[in-house]
């Protein structure tokens, strides 16, 4: 009894009170079983939990209550809280310590009949009793405190499973399982931090869920008559996590800004022995030191190039990571333009940064890239960029591969793991080996004898023979993918989402056809399939926008493909520009404080700076947040500039987890100086306050005299539209349909338009019609100018 209730999942709990102690009951799916969890009020300010062995039955669930209350019945008894699903975890500021804990949740899925959740109600739950609670309740500090924490919202895309690991991949999940502790540790486990106390105290994970921040959407179709479940899950790192200017490029640790993880599952939705796939590629941002400065009066704000002049440690750094996580090859897919001063500056660099790197691999770990321009290569039709990266994504799925295999999934009500079905024993390699390295052997609950082929106890039947004898097929190797398709654009969201749609459409071709659904592996981009597809996609965009820059995708090439009138597209451009633009200079310093507080990034103390006290809450702070080390860096403007190398702290890079902090300096925009501000826009209720305000999210910006002019020809870049060194570009811009089609690749922008206009590709008559329509609705000129031209707008 005791060995199986180990095991047992739990997932339903009541949270009663005493005037000493908190007690947390949890159970499982089927109310069968009870443990208890004991939590000491009477130190708040140090956790103390204490988990009772005793595992109890339904039955004895009241009487057990009923014992509890005798217990403190001189102090009132125990009073029955709130019932919830699990623990986020415990929290820290400058007093007590408070439980968060998820109060409601929805089902938005299933992976083998073990369903997926979302979070939609949380409660932060004091742990201070009424006798100490007085001590902290007037604290002004204590309180903005909580206020900042709140600003994250978790009711938006955090995701969980109580008994499917949903911050691995399948293909980890099925060829080398965990469970326990390790799950916790992986990059995409945003409540780490605040469940390592609990998990350090009781050494299990049964009282806390493993929450994943990302996107996760789920739907069935019909294809030759079977029922086909797809499943698209995008899993955001935490490490250097936050928003878009407030985060860029890589720290010195090798992580990058905006890391998502995207993979995609497809297989039969049939009970009994059936196969899946699944296939996972990867965004993050340019791993270089960059970084912008955020301005309210510019929606271009100026791309600034930190020279670290270490033949780029940081950057190799990240892609040993990548290979660690997923093998070799690496392939990176470049999308930044090469014709826009600001972008061609980091394209250069990054380009730099991969041969030098290069140099130093042997030919078979090379990094594999392709640079290029889409913005460029759609300004004919913008649908004929998905004709190109279809290419490009076939090229690289062939490089890859994708993981396949047929399971036996368990039953409804286990929490065991499907187990490999096939004629071979399943392997996982050891990425961080060459590719002649002999993998390591994956035993999972399958016997040696059924799936090696070995004979049975009679010694007269293989694996192979048993499913003769049975009437079932024999059963199909396995693929593995071993590498990973890595794509970045600026932002690694609208034109990467472009491009990772055209990989998750080539992947799905190759997956049905696996699966037997489908006679090709590949499926065309007018196909029935292929725009079901473009939802979950553009869906998935869409989230992963509003998450790191405040408003949705650009989908014009999306809408293009759907036949959206053009001015439908433009409008809605415009719109979601400004909407981007107002979230990353009014809202994101309040937004990335709560990140850095929820991930542990910044822990308060006592005697120390405040968080708004700082020069920046951008920084990955850790307990050396207060290390007086220098940093010495050149910056390299995208306007042609050069800075000089200085020992002062530059806000916003975010390239160092111990960056050292330093006082404010003005802000200047075109010629204009603001002065600095220390207006608390989280003061009591003022968590939403207008823009003026800001967690101190000022940044350094240098005066004129600090800028060397450097000559255009130092900055200049090439304006091919590719460069590759693992396929023919010549190829890749050849005609797949029409030749007016396929002209894509040698097609240029009209040399009288801006090719970083707020809304990329408007003719002037169309900017006409803009602002004309904007005009009716009584907007300033003025307001208008600045909106289509991204200039200082003046009264």
Same mark, same amino acid.
């Given at each position: 009894?005791?060995?199986?209730?180990?095991?047992?999942?739990?997932?339903?709990?009541?949270?009663?009170?005493?005037?000493?102690?908190?007690?947390? !009951?949890?159970?499982?799916?089927?109310?069968?079983?009870?443990?208890?969890?004991?939590?000491?009020?009477?130190?708040?300010?140090?956790?103390?939990?204490?988990?009772?062995?005793?595992?109890?039955?339904?039955?004895?669930?009241?009487?057990?209550?009923?014992?509890?209350?005798?217990?403190?019945?001189? *102090?009132?008894?125990?009073?029955?809280?709130?019932?919830?699903?699990?623990?986020?975890?415990?929290?820290?500021?400058?007093?007590?310590?408070?439980?968060?804990?998820?109060?409601?949740?929805?089902?938005?899925?299933?992976?083998?009949?073990?369903?997926?959740?979302?979070?939609?109600?949380?409660?932060?739950?004091?742990? $201070?009793?009424?006798?100490?609670?007085?001590? @902290?309740?007037?604290?002004?500090?204590?309180?903005?405190?909580?206020?900042?924490?709140?600003?994250?919202?978790?009711?938006?895309?955090?995701?969980?499973?109580?008994?499917?690991?949903?911050?691995?991949?399948?293909?980890?999940?099925?060829?080398?399982?965990?469970?326990?502790?390790?799950?916790?540790?992986?990059?995409?486990?945003?409540?780490?931090?605040?469940?390592?106390?609990?998990?350090?105290?009781?050494?299990?994970?049964?009282?806390?869920?493993?929450?994943?921040?990302?996107? @996760?959407?789920?739907?069935?179709?019909?294809?030759?008559?079977?029922?086909?479940?797809?499943?698209?899950?995008? +899993?955001?790192?935490?490490?250097?996590?936050?928003?878009?200017?407030?985060?860029?490029?890589?720290?010195?640790?090798?992580?990058?800004?905006?890391?998502?993880?995207?993979?995609?599952?497809?297989?039969? $939705?049939?009970?009994?022995?059936?196969?899946?796939?699944?296939?996972?590629?990867?965004? %993050?941002?340019?791993?270089?030191?960059?970084?912008?400065?955020?301005?309210?009066?510019?929606?271009?704000?100026?791309?600034?190039?930190?020279?670290?002049?270490?033949?780029?440690?940081?950057?190799?750094?990240?892609?040993?990571?990548?290979?660690?996580?997923?093998?070799?090859?690496?392939?990176?897919?470049?999308?930044?333009?090469?014709?826009?001063?600001?972008?061609?500056?980091?394209?250069?660099?990054?380009?730099?940064?991969?041969?030098?790197?290069?140099?130093?691999?042997?030919?078979?770990?090379?990094?594999?890239?392709?640079?290029?321009?889409?913005?460029?290569?759609?300004?004919?039709?913008?649908?004929?960029?998905?004709?190109?990266?279809?290419?490009?994504?076939?090229?690289?799925?062939?490089?890859?591969?994708?993981?396949?295999?047929?399971?036996?999934?368990?039953?409804?009500?286990?929490?065991?793991?499907?187990?490999?079905?096939?004629?071979?024993?399943?392997?996982?390699?050891?990425?961080?080996?060459?590719?002649?390295?002999?993998?390591?052997?994956?035993?999972?609950?399958?016997?040696?004898?059924?799936?090696?082929?070995?004979?049975?106890?009679?010694?007269?039947? *293989?694996?192979?023979?048993?499913?003769?004898?049975? %009437?079932?097929?024999?059963?199909?190797?396995?693929?593995?993918?071993?590498?990973?398709?890595? *794509?970045?654009?600026?932002?690694?969201?609208?034109? *990467?989402?472009?491009?990772?749609?055209?990989?998750? !459409?080539?992947?799905?071709?190759?997956?049905?056809?696996?699966?037997?659904?489908?006679?090709?592996?590949?499926?065309?981009?007018?196909?029935?399939?292929?725009?079901?597809?473009?939802? @979950?996609?553009?869906?998935? %965009?869409?989230?992963?926008?509003?998450?790191?820059?405040?408003? $949705?995708?650009?989908?014009?090439?999306?809408?293009?493909?759907?036949?959206?009138?053009?001015?439908?597209?433009?409008?809605?451009?415009?719109?979601?520009?400004?909407?981007?633009?107002?979230?990353?200079?009014?809202?994101?310093?309040?937004?990335?404080?709560?990140?850095?507080?929820?991930?542990?990034?910044?822990?308060?103390?006592?005697?120390?700076?405040?968080?708004?006290? !700082?020069?920046?809450?951008?920084?990955?702070?850790?307990?050396?947040?207060?290390?007086?080390?220098?940093?010495?860096?050149? +910056?390299?403007?995208?306007?042609?500039?050069?800075?000089?190398?200085?020992?002062?702290?530059?806000?916003?890079?975010?390239?160092?987890?111990?960056?050292?902090?330093?006082?404010?300096?003005?802000?200047?925009?075109?010629?204009? =100086?603001?002065?600095?501000?220390?207006?608390?826009?989280?003061?009591?209720?003022?968590?939403?306050?207008?823009?003026?305000?800001?967690?101190?999210?000022?940044?350094?910006?240098?005066?004129?005299?600090?800028?060397?002019?450097?000559?255009?020809?130092?900055?200049?870049?090439?304006?091919?539209?590719?460069?590759?060194?693992?396929?023919?570009?010549?190829?890749?811009?050849?005609?797949?349909?029409?030749?007016?089609? +396929?002209?894509?690749?040698?097609?240029?922008?009209?040399?009288?338009?801006?090719?970083?206009?707020?809304?990329?590709?408007?003719?002037?008559?169309?900017?006409?019609?803009?602002? $004309?329509?904007?005009?009716? =609705?009584?907007?300033?000129?003025?307001?208008? =100018?600045?909106?289509?031209?991204?200039?200082?707008?003046?009264?």
């Amino acid at each position: 009894m005791e060995h199986d209730a180990d095991r047992a999942c739990l997932q339903s709990f009541e949270l009663h009170e005493s005037e000493s102690r908190l007690y947390v !009951l949890g159970t499982n799916s089927d109310r069968t079983l009870w443990r208890l969890l004991k939590i000491d009020r009477s130190e708040p300010s140090e956790l103390v939990i204490d988990e009772c062995s005793t595992v109890y039955t339904e039955s004895e669930h009241p009487d057990l209550l009923k014992g509890l209350d005798e217990e403190h019945r001189s *102090t009132g008894g125990i009073k029955f809280v709130t019932k919830f699903y699990g623990i986020i975890g415990f929290i820290k500021f400058l007093g007590p310590y408070y439980m968060l804990i998820i109060t409601e949740q929805k089902r938005i899925g299933e992976i083998f009949g073990h369903p997926v959740y979302q979070v939609t109600r949380t409660s932060m739950v004091e742990l $201070a009793n009424s006798k100490t609670r007085s001590t @902290f309740q007037n604290s002004k500090d204590e309180n903005r405190y909580r206020k900042i924490l709140n600003a994250l919202d978790l009711r938006k895309d955090f995701f969980f499973s109580y008994s499917y690991h949903i911050m691995r991949s399948l293909q980890k999940n099925l060829t080398d399982p965990q469970d326990g502790w390790t799950l916790y540790e992986t990059i995409f486990v945003w409540n780490e931090y605040l469940t390592r106390r609990i998990r350090n105290c009781l050494r299990n994970t049964l009282w806390t869920v493993a929450l994943v921040h990302g996107f @996760f959407q789920q739907d069935k179709f019909s294809i030759s008559g079977k029922d086909i479940m797809l499943t698209l899950i995008a +899993r955001r790192s935490r490490h250097y996590a936050g928003t878009r200017y407030l985060k860029r490029g890589v720290n010195e640790k090798g992580r990058v800004a905006n890391d998502v993880e995207t993979e995609q599952i497809v297989y039969e $939705a049939v009970p009994g022995p059936t196969e899946v796939s699944s296939v996972v590629q990867n965004r %993050g941002s340019i791993p270089l030191f960059w970084s912008q400065e955020t301005s309210k009066l510019n929606l271009k704000p100026n791309i600034i190039l930190h020279e670290m002049q270490n033949n780029y440690e940081a950057t190799k750094l990240h892609f040993e990571n990548l290979r660690a996580r997923y093998g070799n090859p690496i392939i990176i897919l470049n999308l930044i333009k090469t014709r826009e001063r600001r972008e061609s500056i980091l394209r250069r660099e990054f380009d730099k940064a991969i041969k030098i790197i290069n140099k130093s691999l042997s030919e078979e770990n090379h990094l594999r890239f392709l640079h290029w321009d889409l913005h460029q290569n759609s300004q004919g039709k913008p649908t004929n960029v998905l004709d190109v990266l279809l290419k490009v994504a076939f090229r690289a799925l062939n490089l890859t591969e994708f993981f396949y295999c047929q399971v036996a999934p368990s039953s409804e009500t286990s929490t065991q793991w499907p187990t490999l079905l096939n004629g071979l024993d399943p392997y996982l390699c050891d990425d961080n080996n060459s590719d002649d390295t002999e993998c390591t052997e994956i035993v999972g609950d399958v016997s040696q004898e059924d799936i090696s082929g070995s004979s049975d106890s009679s010694g007269n039947a *293989t694996a192979e023979d048993k499913f003769e004898n049975s %009437g079932l097929p024999p059963p199909k190797l396995p693929k593995f993918q071993k590498g990973v398709l890595r *794509t970045n654009c600026i932002d690694c969201l609208d034109r *990467t989402n472009v491009a990772q749609y055209a990989y998750g !459409l080539a992947a799905l071709g190759h997956q049905l056809h696996a699966l037997g659904s489908v006679e090709s592996p590949e499926l065309g981009l007018e196909a029935p399939l292929a725009h079901h597809l473009m939802h @979950f996609y553009e869906r998935m %965009g869409d989230t992963l926008a509003v998450q790191y820059s405040g408003s $949705a995708a650009h989908n014009k090439v999306f809408s293009a493909k759907r036949g959206h009138l053009k001015l439908f597209i433009q409008s809605q451009e415009f719109f979601r520009t400004l909407q981007r633009h107002y979230s990353n200079t009014c809202i994101d310093a309040n937004k990335q404080a709560a990140i850095n507080l929820f991930l542990g990034y910044f822990q308060p103390q006592q005697g120390k700076p405040a968080l708004w006290e !700082l020069e920046s809450s951008s920084g990955e702070h850790n307990n050396d947040l207060f290390d007086d080390q220098p940093s010495t860096l050149k +910056r390299v403007k995208s306007d042609g500039t050069i800075l000089h190398e200085s020992n002062a702290s530059i806000s916003g890079s975010g390239h160092c987890h111990n960056e050292p902090l330093s006082a404010s300096q003005p802000d200047v925009q075109n010629g204009f =100086q603001f002065p600095t501000s220390e207006t608390d826009s989280l003061h009591e209720n003022e968590i939403s306050s207008a823009c003026g305000s800001g967690v101190s999210h000022l940044r350094y910006t240098p005066t004129a005299s600090d800028v060397l002019h450097v000559p255009r020809a130092e900055v200049e870049y090439c304006h091919d539209s590719g460069d590759s060194n693992f396929l023919d570009l010549e190829w890749l811009s050849t005609s797949g349909n029409s030749s007016d089609e +396929r002209s894509i690749a040698t097609s240029t922008p009209d040399v009288n338009l801006s090719t970083e206009n707020v809304i990329s590709g408007i003719a002037p008559d169309i900017m006409e019609n803009h602002l $004309a329509e904007m005009q009716s =609705q009584k907007l300033p000129r003025n307001f208008v =100018q600045w909106v289509n031209d991204s200039d200082t707008f003046w009264y």
